[in-house]
Each structure stands twice: as structure tokens, then as C-alpha cells.
């Protein structure tokens, strides 16, 4: 085996294991979105509702913890809108509050259907001649962009910094980039794979760093499917306008077995 492929194999065991952890994407298990009213939701404990500011939850007597310490009253979760969540314990299960416009829970359990059942991911081969060169070109000023998502009338909004410019078999493309870790890049995108073999919403391309001069490496092998791929309980956002690809990316992850 190549270093090239036993790196991408090593890459991909890990994002298989992430995927498959006890309060993992696949261990969702329920999604409620709040109102106002302080309610109950089934097989949550506690009672749970948000205001325009923040979502609030009363234990009413049930056991719960927020970041190692008990909850014993009234407890109020102020997050950005299409940032990451926050989580509540409850026994081994864990209870994910998030802002995605309105405020939602949704509960990771371990013993998920879906954690048991989980065989890996499908992919294409990994290929060198799918790892191509590009260039960042910064915005001279990050600009708020606004994506729909998977779930009818909800919208994000997500900052890109700027565009990726590369080739492919002689053609230009560009595509917009939101923040990504570490300094890097994430690109959301769709291609003439998608809805074929590759999930029909999106995939995500990890990207790192861009070099002085803006250089930055697309590895298509390490294109990944959204949460959304894999659960109806994600709530992951479309591509921003213009990021469609008019050939097919014959590389990364297809369409999870689950969804098959």
C-alpha cells in the first residue's frame, strides 16, 4: 500500500470512529424545537423553553448536569445562532441545546440504533490526481453569508473570509470558503455526483491553512458527508449559492449506507 493511501485509510478510520462515538452525530436519537411555553418533551427529562435571547431549562426534580456541575434551578443557555451547541447530562445520555434561528434539544444516546448498526462510511478509491492545487483570495472584509438548510425554512449564517480559485482539466473554478479549524478553510459544495452517488445536499472539504501566497491544497479524497447525511435530527446548511461543481468529484465519501 502506498503512504498516500495509508495515510487517506488512517484518515478515514478516524473519521469513522468520531462518527460512531457514544454521543456522536449517529447517536442522535430526537430533535424538539422550544417555544415559549415551559414543557415537557418526550423522554427528556426536565422543562424546557427559550425566549429571543436564550433557551431555559427547570429540572423539576430530575438529575441533570451542565459543564460538571448539577443543575438545581432554573438555567439559561444564551448561544450564537449557527454556532456549536452546549450539552446537558442526563444519566449517559447527553442533551444538545443549540441556536439554529429559533432554539432546539436533541438527544445523543449511546445505545442508538444507528451507533450499533454503523459499518463505516462507502467511498470512492483514494487518487492522487484528485488532490489539486488552488488559491485563496481573501475578501477585504469577511462577509456574513446567509445558506438555507436540509430543514424547510430554517437559514444559516456563516462568515467567508474569501474564495478558493483552482482548475480542473482546463476549466476555472471558484468557490466561496467559510472559517474552517485551525487557520484552514471549509468548503460546502455539491457536484455532478450528487443525488447519485454522493449524498444530493452537500459535502465538506476541509482545507488548510491557505501559504503566504494564498496556496492551498484540495484533497477531494477527504470530502465529507454532513451530519444530515447520516440523521434526519441535523439540521446542516446547502452550499452557499455558487458552489456547485459542474463535473462530477469522483472521490471522498458517497452516499451512507445508511441512506442506501
Not at 451542565?66 to 438545581?72: L, Q, S, V, Y
Request: proline share 10%; glycine share 10%.
Amino acid at each position: 500500500m502506498s503512504t498516500f493511501t495509508q495515510e487517506w485509510q488512517d484518515w478515514k478510520t478516524r473519521r469513522e470512529a468520531d462518527l460512531a462515538a457514544p454521543h456522536g452525530w449517529l447517536a442522535l436519537v430526537s430533535l424538539d424545537w422550544l417555544d415559549e411555553t415551559p414543557r415537557e418533551y418526550p423522554g427528556i427529562p426536565g422543562r424546557w423553553w427559550q425566549d429571543e435571547q436564550a433557551a431555559y431549562v427547570d429540572p423539576a426534580g430530575a438529575s441533570l448536569a451542565h459543564e460538571g456541575e448539577p443543575i438545581t434551578e432554573v438555567h439559561r443557555f444564551e448561544l450564537v445562532n449557527s454556532g456549536a451547541g452546549t450539552r446537558v447530562l442526563s444519566g449517559d445520555v447527553e442533551i444538545e441545546v443549540a441556536r439554529r434561528s429559533g432554539y432546539l434539544i436533541r438527544v445523543h444516546d449511546p445505545k442508538a440504533e444507528a451507533v450499533r448498526a454503523f459499518h463505516g462510511v462507502p467511498a470512492y478509491e483514494p487518487s492522487p490526481s484528485w488532490v489539486l492545487q488552488g488559491r485563496f483570495e481573501p475578501f477585504p472584509e469577511p462577509r456574513p453569508t446567509t445558506v438555507g438548510a436540509v430543514v424547510e425554512g430554517l437559514s444559516h449564517v456563516y462568515t467567508a473570509p474569501g474564495v478558493v480559485h483552482f482548475t480542473h482539466e482546463g476549466a476555472s473554478h471558484t468557490l466561496t470558503a467559510f472559517n474552517g479549524k485551525d487557520g484552514g478553510l471549509s468548503i460546502l459544495f455539491t457536484d455532478a455526483t450528487s443525488g447519485v452517488t454522493t449524498y444530493v445536499a452537500n459535502r465538506s472539504l476541509p482545507v488548510g491553512a491557505p501559504g503566504p501566497d494564498g496556496t492551498v491544497t484540495l484533497d477531494f479524497n477527504r470530502a465529507v458527508n454532513l451530519p444530515c447525511a447520516f440523521t434526519d435530527f441535523a439540521t446542516c446548511p446547502l452550499p452557499p449559492a455558487g458552489n456547485h461543481l459542474p463535473f462530477p468529484v469522483e472521490a471522498g465519501e458517497k452516499i451512507p449506507y445508511e441512506r442506501g
